[in-house]
């Protein structure tokens, strides 16, 4: 009989103290995840350098494209949903992310296709490479030197961008950002220039040391966040798309690295029916019957609640041709706040800050990435080691 629960470990409460101890820190992340994570700003330079030697400017020479599809899967996948949100609503081509094996049935000659795998090595971007070679497309790769990826695109005569794999792939996302954002740039599609490189590089870093393990809970916002979602339900929606792009990669790393169930998306989506979560039974209802006398210490499980986590992107400028009105946006935001407030829901909030679009959204996604590994922490996960993702590859593939 196989045991079901072989290599889950960990414990069901948060640790509160450990995440004021380096030194346990430190012992409980053998794989280095927050120094990983530390390393953004670092890929973002990095990655630049090493897409500057890929002459990428030969993918103007046919042209602006009739469409761009960025084939990968999990973070890879998440970068054409970055793309997307940073050309924004005046892209002159549509932009398209594409997370299953191959390429889209219209894909051909006049199209471009960006292929994305940290190992270089995943089946989604190996199909969408071969494919888009043997339709005639224009192909740039991006993933781990030496790799099956590395070879079709050599085969294809296509740029191609080494990127040094950290494992795992979500560690990763600046590092494969970064190459997309060049490509798209030199075709012509997105306005992003070495100086919105280095501000998003400088803000990354210190993101980063705001978020260090040596930095106390009180002064730590990754860490506050952490507690806060320890034992509830976390909601994360964001206030517009870019805020929304954060949103879903903090889904991705709340359910990765600390196992949580998470629910993301547009807080607009959320108006039109997710938004009555506030008001269920971990909600408005369970808040409603809480004992305010009660020692949170003695919950005996049966009493998880939502938290809330809103990402809040005020825009660069109110004059934007967006998708929606900045002031839509804001009094949304505003709206969800007070809802959740009435309803006992409690609410963390994260800013946008920077003067490019880029910048914006590394400030959102910066603190929950060290959020969410500081919250596995707090539970005696290994936030690099899944063992139901290894399980499930070993049993997909007998």
């Known amino acids: 009989m196989i045991d079901g629960t072989a290599g889950v470990s960990g414990r069901r409460d948060a640790d509160e103290a450990l995440l004021d101890d380096p030194a346990a820190l430190a012992e409980a992340d053998p794989g280095g995840m927050l120094r990983h994570t530390a390393s953004a700003g670092a890929q973002v330079r990095e990655s630049a350098a090493l897409a500057a030697e890929a002459n990428l400017a030969v993918l103007a020479d046919d042209g602006r494209p009739r469409a761009v599809v960025i084939a990968g899967i999990g973070t890879a996948g998440r970068t054409g949903d970055v793309l997307a949100t940073v050309a924004g609503p005046r892209c002159p081509v549509?932009?398209?992310?594409?997370?299953?094996?191959?390429?889209?049935?219209?894909?051909?000659?006049?199209?471009?296709?960006?292929?994305?795998?940290?190992?270089?090595?995943?089946?989604?971007?190996?199909?969408?490479?071969?494919?888009?070679?043997?339709?005639?497309?224009?192909?740039?790769?991006?993933?781990?030197?030496?790799?099956?990826?590395?070879?079709?695109?050599?085969?294809?005569?296509?740029?191609?961008?080494?990127?040094?794999?950290?494992?795992?792939?979500?560690?990763?996302?600046?590092?494969?950002?970064?190459?997309?954002?060049?490509?798209?740039?030199?075709?012509?599609?997105?306005?992003?220039?070495?100086?919105?490189?280095?501000?998003?590089?400088?803000?990354?870093?210190?993101?980063?040391?705001?978020?260090?393990?040596?930095?106390?809970?009180?002064?730590?916002?990754?860490?506050?966040?952490?507690?806060?979602?320890?034992?509830?339900?976390?909601?994360?929606?964001?206030?517009?798309?870019?805020?929304?792009?954060?949103a879903r990669r903090f889904g991705d790393t709340l359910s990765a690295n600390a196992r949580y169930p998470v629910v993301t998306g547009a807080l607009g989506e959320a108006g039109r029916g997710r938004v009555g979560l506030l008001d269920g039974v971990f909600g408005g209802l369970a808040e409603g019957e809480r004992d305010i006398f009660a020692d949170p210490a003695e919950d005996d499980g049966e009493g998880t609640r939502l938290r809330l986590v809103l990402l809040r992107d005020g825009g660069l400028n109110a004059e934007d041709d967006t998708d929606e009105p900045l002031a839509v946006e804001e009094r949304r935001a505003d709206a969800v706040q007070t809802l959740a407030e009435r309803r006992g829901v409690r609410c963390d909030v994260v800013t946008a800050e920077g003067g490019s679009a880029l910048e914006r959204l590394a400030s959102l996604i910066a603190v929950p990435d060290f959020a969410s590994i500081y919250l596995a922490l707090a539970h005696g996960l290994d936030p690099m080691a899944v063992p139901a993702i290894t399980e499930m590859k070993e049993l997909s593939n007998q």
């Open 94 to 246: 549509p932009v398209i992310a594409h997370r299953s094996a191959g390429v889209p049935g219209w894909v051909g000659a006049a199209d471009v296709v960006i292929a994305v795998s940290a190992s270089g090595r995943s089946p989604e971007a190996l199909g969408a490479a071969e494919a888009a070679h043997r339709r005639g497309a224009r192909l740039v790769a991006v993933g781990a030197p030496d790799s099956q990826l590395q070879s079709i695109a050599e085969q294809a005569r296509a740029p191609f961008i080494p990127v040094p794999r950290r494992a795992p792939a979500r560690a990763s996302l600046w590092a494969l950002t970064v190459p997309v954002l060049l490509a798209a740039r030199s075709l012509g599609l997105v306005k992003v220039n070495e100086a919105d490189l280095a501000e998003t590089a400088a803000r990354l870093d210190a993101d980063a040391d705001r978020c260090r393990s040596a930095a106390e809970s009180f002064v730590n916002p990754a860490k506050s966040l952490a507690l806060g979602l320890a034992g509830s339900i976390p909601i994360v929606w964001g206030s517009s798309p870019l805020a929304t792009v954060a």
